[in-house]
């Protein structure tokens, strides 16, 4: 599974921004809802309780003329007045039942039967007054308030159940709140996982940008430190190649004076100090032409481990001349590298005299290596490391510089660690050092190839130094010409 890249986490924020967004809008939308629905229940609802108090109403102005006829003794008068009575209690009624056809518990039928009992107690009485019969007529007088009692006992009833219903829609409103206050969670959890997010997110590229700045100033300067070294090189070059023809000549003739000197001879001492010093400018000679020529090179599969035993059997003789014991930790199966097999043996026996010369008392020298994995591919790294003295920072920022050195005159060239940069960066790798008191590390980090990539990689280094060679043919044969 590839891992998250970190362009991908705002990709992710803007989700968690738009989901918190639309999550909002949701809330908001709902709650609105819910509230319109409450105000419109309620409204029709207690409008409901309304018409059940006017047909209350009704139903005591059509039970009034029954009474009212013993103390008016004007039947035709309160009985027409009980008719509009009855009218109006049956239009509202009419619409009550139209309303409350949805409700299960809701039935006007209870309501009506009463107020037909009632209303054949009212008609008695009004057809007794007629017949002048008020004994009979009393009697009906007290039924018809019974059958009212009753009527308004449903009507009671009703408007209980009304409330029943109404309070149950006050219930599925508030479990509709309380789910949404739930969702209102949500969004506060989106909302902070989005700040969170973003202020991850931003010290994440506040870091990648001041990683940015600092690559880009490693570039410029190893761009700087080429173009040094790549002038520094051709400079060397030139040199080299004219002093190296005076130099033979000098060096042929004391030699030759050495051979022909008899021993105790005046002179044998100066010849001697001639061919001792030329050779040590030979050495140095070399030395330039070496750092001159690291751009060109044949690179072919190589194991990294075993250049690196092959430089120790030549560095040992030296190491144990200083005291100095190595020891090695390589690691196994590493994959091959890509390189020139005597500039990197020149590298590691560099790194290696260079670590031996700072433990003039003795010491460990420990040379190991390991494969970190990486995109688009992994590494190689060999580090060596002594337990010397230390580097101060002041000197380690020039170490790799042309012909820098702390040595005393006569024993350093400073070309060096200078080789070891030059050969390491011709390489695609990268050197660097990390020192305190009592232990310094110099680490080369090489690219690794495998399989296919190793042989078309290689096909592709041949062909760039067949070129550069051509051209540099090229390039001598117009000079000579002109």
């Not at 921004?17 to 949701?26: E, I, M, P, R």
């Not at 023809?245 to 105790?264: E, H, T, W």
């Not at 980090?445 to 540099?472: F, I, M, N, V």
């Amino acid at each position: 599974m590839k891992s998250l890249q970190w362009y991908h986490l705002y990709y992710i924020l803007a989700l968690l921004d738009l989901t918190a967004v639309c999550s909002s809008q949701y809330v908001s939308f709902r709650i609105m809802a819910i509230y319109a629905d409450s105000v419109a229940v309620n409204q029709a609802w207690a409008a409901r309780l309304d018409g059940y108090a006017r047909l209350s109403s009704l139903a005591s102005a059509v039970n009034a003329p029954g009474n009212d006829v013993f103390d008016s003794r004007d039947v035709a008068g309160e009985s027409l007045r009980m008719e509009k009575a009855l009218a109006a209690f049956n239009a509202q009624a009419a619409t009550l039942a139209q309303a409350d056809r949805r409700e299960e518990n809701l039935s006007l039928s209870p309501i009506m039967t009463t107020m037909d009992e009632m209303l054949q107690e009212a008609r008695s009485i009004f057809s007794y007054f007629k017949e002048k019969d008020t004994r009979r007529a009393g009697r009906r007088m007290a039924s018809m308030d019974r059958k009212y009692a009753k009527l308004r006992e449903a009507l009671a009833a009703a408007e209980t159940r009304v409330r029943t219903i109404q309070r149950r829609h006050l219930r599925a409103q508030q479990a509709a709140a309380e789910a949404s206050a739930r969702y209102e969670l949500v969004v506060a959890a989106l909302t902070l996982l989005m700040a969170a997010g973003a202020v991850f997110y931003g010290r994440r590229m506040v870091r990648e940008m001041a990683d940015a700045q600092r690559e880009k100033e490693r570039g410029q300067e190893l761009l700087r430190r080429s173009e040094k070294m790549s002038a520094i090189g051709q400079l060397a070059a030139g040199v080299a190649h004219e002093i190296n023809n005076p130099l033979g000549v000098i060096l042929g003739f004391s030699q030759s004076l050495a051979r022909r000197l008899k021993a105790g001879d005046e002179i044998e001492l100066p010849i001697k100090s001639i061919e001792r010093e030329a050779l040590r400018c030979k050495a140095l000679v070399q030395s330039l032409l070496t750092f001159a020529r690291t751009q060109q090179s044949d690179r072919i599969p190589m194991d990294l481990n075993e250049a690196v035993e092959q430089a120790l059997t030549l560095i040992s003789p030296q190491a144990k001349i200083g005291r100095v014991t190595v020891e090695t930790a390589l690691a196994a199966d590493l994959p091959k590298i890509l390189g020139n097999k005597h500039q990197i043996e020149q590298v590691i026996m560099n790194l290696a005299k260079n670590a031996i010369d700072a433990m003039p008392g003795g010491g460990a020298l420990t040379l190991t290596s390991e494969l970190v994995s990486g995109v688009p591919h992994s590494w190689i790294l060999l580090k060596v490391v002594d337990d010397g003295a230390g580097i101060p920072p002041a000197v380690a920022a020039k170490i790799f510089d042309p012909f820098f050195t702390t040595k005393p005159i006569g024993q350093g060239t400073g070309l060096g660690l200078s080789l070891v940069s030059e050969i390491v960066e011709k390489h695609s790798g990268e050197v660097s050092v990390e020192s305190r008191p009592g232990r310094t590390a110099f680490t080369v980090k090489l690219p690794s190839h495998t399989g296919g990539a190793l042989d078309w990689r290689a096909e592709e280094l041949r062909a760039q130094t067949s070129a550069e060679r051509g051209s540099g043919a090229e390039t001598k044969g117009s000079v000579a010409h002109g």
